[in-house]
């Protein structure tokens, strides 16, 4: 059987480019492009949907949004004076809260992606002056 275009060659190596067999430099280069992109932008992309779940997550558990929509209505639907006092007065101590708490979650996260993308850099960078002295 033969066939014009083979993706393998007799011994089984896979090829990258189909007129011959690969370099160790070529299989080298591929590998780290492989995994740049990996790295940089599938892995980036996951994290910014992580984000913006834990966002959500987090927004509906502390009820941020729930909590500035319903601002005015009074505490325990009373529609008293003091049951609008009270929600009122409860809503504006607990609300500074969960928004730094808030706050403080996506900053912890956004140093995490960024972390991510400065540590392969690092770790070369350590790796060369390790080398160097």
Known sequence: MDTNKTVTD???QQLLAET????YLMIAI????DFLKWWYVKMS???LRKLKRFSIVL???LS?????????LPWRRDASLIGYFFGILIKLLFLPITISIYIISMLIYIIII?????LPVGTLTFILISIIK
């Open 20 to 23: 011959k067999i690969d370099s």
């Open 10 to 12: 007799n011994t089984g």
């Open 30 to 33: 591929y590998t780290i492009q």
């Open 114 to 118: 960024l972390g991510w993308l400065i």
């Open 59 to 61: 927004n509906d558990q």
């Open 45 to 47: 992309m996951w994290h």
């Open 64 to 72: 941020i949004l729930l909590l500035l929509k319903n601002f005015f």
